[in-house]
T-cell receptor
Framework: AQSVTQLGSHVSVSEGALVLLRCNYSSSVPPYLFWYVQYPNQGLQLLLKYTSAATLVKGINGFEAEFKKSETSFHLTKPSAHMSDAAEYFCAVSRYSGGGADGLTFGKGTHLIIQP | GAVVSQHPSWVICKSGTSVKIECRSLDFQATTMFWYRQFPKQSLMLMATSNEGSKATYEQGVEKDKFLINHASLTLSTLTVTSAHPEDSSFYIC????????????FGPGTRLTVL
């Protein structure tokens, strides 16, 4: 079984400061890992994904994440926060099945607040 | 590319009635679609996996007779909430997997269901 733990239901940073959102996973097989962003009353937008290639993954909007197997972590970072980054962020894990990635298991989400 | 739509975007119905939600892949063929449920300010929970031309696979605890899923074509999956009750009120989100990009799902914008 897979599980995802996101540390901190709310994270507040100042505009221009470093953003760090934490994600730890548990998986019985090599995982595929994802970060999604959700704005109010909208669906999910993929920020980035790890699928067993490079451990440092770069995504959209200046976000990146590093897969660390020894720490079972996949933390999301952005060097300089922007007001438009305020949203809900979800870390997710999927298994690989014969037909491709399975349905996702999501963490509880982290609400990112940007202080002006 | 890889756009997923849902219809309706929101629906209000009376208790005891049935509601159908459509999920369409607009510019690609999706052999697999997933249905998720999101309660207010909570994470997404996978309800079922829908494969074109076959019966859906439901996650543990999801009532298959209450949440009917049909995936009759490569671009359309439907979720019917039968005999809806207020506790079924939620945000329902579908995603579709592109055959050529097997390790990624594309999410629809979601459907807000309110049962009175």
């Amino acid at each position: 079984a897979q599980s995802v733990t996101q540390l901190g239901s709310h994270v507040s940073v100042s505009e221009g400061a470093l953003v760090l959102l934490r994600c730890n996973y548990s998986s019985s097989v090599p995982p595929y890992l994802f970060w999604y962003v959700q704005y109010p009353n909208q669906g999910l937008q993929l920020l980035l994904k790890y699928t067993s290639a490079a451990t440092l993954v770069k995504g959209i909007n200046g976000f990146e994440a590093e897969f660390k197997k020894s720490e079972t972590s996949f933390h999301l970072t952005k060097p300089s926060a922007h007001m438009s980054d305020a949203a809900e962020y979800f870390c997710a894990v999927s298994r690989y099945s014969g037909g491709g990635a399975d349905g996702l298991t999501f963490g509880k989400g982290t609400h990112l607040i940007i202080q002006p | 590319g890889a756009v997923v739509s849902q219809h309706p975007s929101w629906v209000i119905c009376k208790s005891g009635t049935s509601v159908k939600i459509e999920c369409r892949s607009l510019d690609f063929q999706a052999t697999t679609m997933f249905w998720y449920r999101q309660f207010p300010k909570q994470s997404l929970m996978l309800m079922a996996t829908s494969n074109e031309g076959s019966k859906a696979t439901y996650e543990q605890g999801v009532e298959k007779d209450k949440f009917l899923i049909n995936h009759a074509s490569l671009t359309l999956s439907t979720l019917t909430v039968t005999s809806a009750h207020p506790e079924d009120s939620s945000f329902y989100i579908c995603s579709a997997r592109v055959l050529a990009v097997y390790n990624e799902q594309f999410f629809g914008p979601g459907t807000r269901l309110t049962v009175l």
